[in-house]
């Protein structure tokens, strides 16, 4: 159960893929030659974009990376922090790139991000079609694609608590013909882990201060 939960957690905190969509493609992604670059899932879209991700490893340090980047972009790039992540990035034309980068000495790591510019035309309601409470804040919806499997992970706050939302989801599930093959509680929250043939939906629901935070990962065996 414990592997689970951590899955789960990582789930929330990555953007997982990589992707070729429109003009925008990690050809174009400045590296060090230092760098060893992985790449990670396919066919991804976090919040209604396509989004790809890869992961690096380099023998430099954190500082050399920032240093490396300020210089390729320059002027145009901007730093912030990103959860545990130190990260720069930059516009090109219609193209987001992104650096998220972490080390410990002569060693540095993190990942490689790119994503496209949304045209507002086309984007659709975050979290549609995902069950949520009625008072529901949708922060971040992704959508992954890997042949026969399909997954969406979404994140989601309610003003509820944890109690009230393990009964909403319990009933709506039920309703939809999921059946409920686990239930348990850790630090105050709980996790839900649904089937339908041989599909899985997972719900973790943990408390944020007043509030309650809810992860659902959904899984689709085509």
């Given at each position: 159960?414990?592997?689970k ?20 493609d ?7 030659a ?10 991804a879209q976090?919040?209604?974009r396509?989004?790809g ?8 340090s ?23 992540w ?10 987001f790139f992104?650096?998220q ?10 990942r ?10 086309i ?13 529901a804040?949708?922060v971040?919806?992704?959508l992954t694609d ?35 093959e686990q239930?348990?509680s ?8 649904f089937?339908?043939g ?25």
């Amino acid at each position: 159960m414990n592997k689970k939960i951590l899955c789960l957690g990582a789930l929330c905190s990555s953007l997982l893929s990589e992707v070729a969509f429109a003009d925008c493609d990690f050809s174009d992604f400045p590296t060090m030659a230092e760098m060893k670059v992985s790449a990670l899932m396919d066919n991804a879209q976090y919040n209604n974009r396509p989004l790809g991700v890869r992961s690096f490893s380099a023998s430099v340090s954190a500082d050399s990376v920032l240093g490396f980047y300020q210089r390729r972009w320059r002027d145009r790039s901007v730093q912030s922090t990103f959860g545990p992540w130190q990260q720069i990035g930059t516009m090109e034309d219609e193209c987001f790139f992104t650096v998220q980068y972490g080390g410990a000495g002569e060693n540095s790591f993190g990942r490689l991000l790119i994503s496209r510019v949304p045209e507002a035309d086309i984007e659709s309601a975050l979290g549609e079609g995902v069950v949520k409470p009625a008072d529901a804040l949708v922060v971040s919806d992704m959508l992954t694609d890997d042949g026969p499997k399909k997954g969406r992970v979404t994140i989601i706050t309610s003003e509820q608590s944890v109690s009230e939302l393990v009964s909403f989801y319990r009933t709506e599930m039920a309703m939809d013909n999921w059946s409920l093959e686990q239930n348990f509680s850790q630090q105050g929250g709980t996790v839900l882990v649904f089937r339908k043939g041989i599909d899985e939906n997972n719900i973790v629901i943990m408390p944020a201060g007043d509030a309650s935070q809810i992860l659902i990962n959904e899984v689709e065996i085509n």
